[in-house]
């Protein structure tokens, strides 16, 4: 007969449990602040410049326009507007401040809710809050996705979206009215948005016309509101030809619809298995070993979800859990396929990262569906300690080896942007008190260019008003200079890149 345990033994799991929690947390917020550590170190593109000088030059009729005519993302450009209104306005970037505000927003819109409203213990709704937005940044390229004015404001609002509404659907705690709010966020954010809005506002419609109750009706109404958003915005994505492709050299998928979908397949299944290690700069192929490890660490990370939804009961029934699905991988086929139309190959980074955490998000579907067969496969309950116990441990432990294989990928890269930040500070310094001198002469200094957060580099050179180099051409343009001289981006030594 074995002897029952001391008060003391049982006393002491909690507080080392409680220990465990922690030192994961911690290490999950470690990877957070040092990706924000590098944000003063973000810079624009010639899009930013383009846009700005357009602002200047046309104030609210060019908004407009690009609403009506060119981009059907009424959130994002209201947003971008207000933020170039505002640079113009003070003759600084704020590239830093405009982003990490952006980073704040989307995190609320991705975890606030499920913070406050789940179920399930505080400590395993913050270590998954927490663990996801980390992962969220590891495994793949960052530059594009997040140190990007134009385009985080574009796509990351998407992803949060699809973050909360996947996080409150498998806690069970999804509303109506939030569900609403959030889609209409999505619909109007990028064309990714629409996609995913109008999938999601599709199986719903499917899910409430099965279930054929007044009540199901009743409570569905405030999807209205996202539906005719979403209408709205795909019929001006479809009339102004948002995704016809022009400008780009001609490919056997370039502006052909099937010759598109037909293409997508294959580069589909690899975005479903593979994580990138490298800091690409546009969309390709993934390599071997980026499936083989993007496989290993996908499967530790279900594993380690799907034994901390077990033990904190987050056991969602498995129907509820086909139409999110659905909506999230048709997402991500329809932006691989919308690329080889518009472009003819797969672009771009920041399209690349998004495609790379709905993967992530799906992982979290499936962890959901696994907890509840082998809940009651097992017969496991919240009183079940030495289960709990034992369950936890392998969370754990599954979320720090992702954390530390991963982190390694990108360490060279980080180290190289936090050794940099004061190079990359007095760049950014050097090209705005250069391009708001007198004279017609300026400097463009590049700083680091770090992959971490430099997408694109400019060619250095010296170029002239009218003349090639788009990116150059708008930076001339919003600093009404002639000529600009471009340095090529200071040298620093990294440490060799972990495979």
Known sequence: MTPPRSSALRSAEPTIMGTAYGVVLCVMLLVIALQA????????????????????????????????????????????????????????????????????????????PFLRRSDAPFSSRLLIAVSVAAIFMLGHPSADFFYWPMGTIAHLPVLAVACGLILLKISQNLSSRVEALLLALALTSSEAGVFFGMLWLGMRAF????????????????????????????????????????????????????????AAFGPFLKTLI?????????????????????????????????????????????????????????????????????????CCQRHETFRLDLSVLLILLLSAGLSTVLSEKFKISSGDHKRGTLLQVCALTGLLLFAGWTMRWRLSDLSLALAGLPLEEAAHHHVWASGLSAGTDMTYSQGTASPAFYYWHWEPGTYHAGGTGWEVQSALRYFGKTTLHVLPPLGLTPLPATP
């Open 37 to 112: 550590a590098i944000l003063p170190a973000s810079v624009w593109q010639g899009d930013e410049y383009d846009y700005f000088a357009n602002i200047r030059e046309h104030g609210l009729a060019f908004l407009s326009d690009r609403l009506l005519h060119w981009s059907p993302r009424p959130f994002s450009e209201i947003v971008i507007f207000a933020y170039g209104t505002v640079v113009n306005a003070v003759h600084k970037p704020l590239a830093w401040l405009f982003l990490a505000l952006t980073w704040l927003f989307c995190a609320a819109v991705a975890f606030l």
């Open 207 to 262: 899910e409430i016309l099965y279930d054929r109750r007044a009540v199901a009706f009743r409570r569905s109404r405030w999807l209205l509101l996202p539906t005719g958003v979403g209408l709205c915005v795909s019929a001006e994505m479809l009339l102004n030809h948002r995704m016809g492709g022009s400008g780009f050299p001609f490919t056997p998928t370039h502006g052909h619809i099937r010759a598109s979908l037909a």
């Open 274 to 346: 593979a994580l990138q290690p490298n800091e690409m700069s546009s969309g390709s192929e993934f390599t071997k070993q980026a499936i083989a490890s993007g496989l290993a660490l996908k499967v530790i990370l279900t594993g380690a979800f799907t034994t901390l939804f077990m033990s904190c009961g987050i056991r969602p029934a498995l129907r509820t859990l086909i139409a999110p699905a659905i909506a999230l991988a048709g997402t991500m086929y329809l932006t691989i396929a919308a690329a080889f139309y518009a472009f003819g190959f797969l």
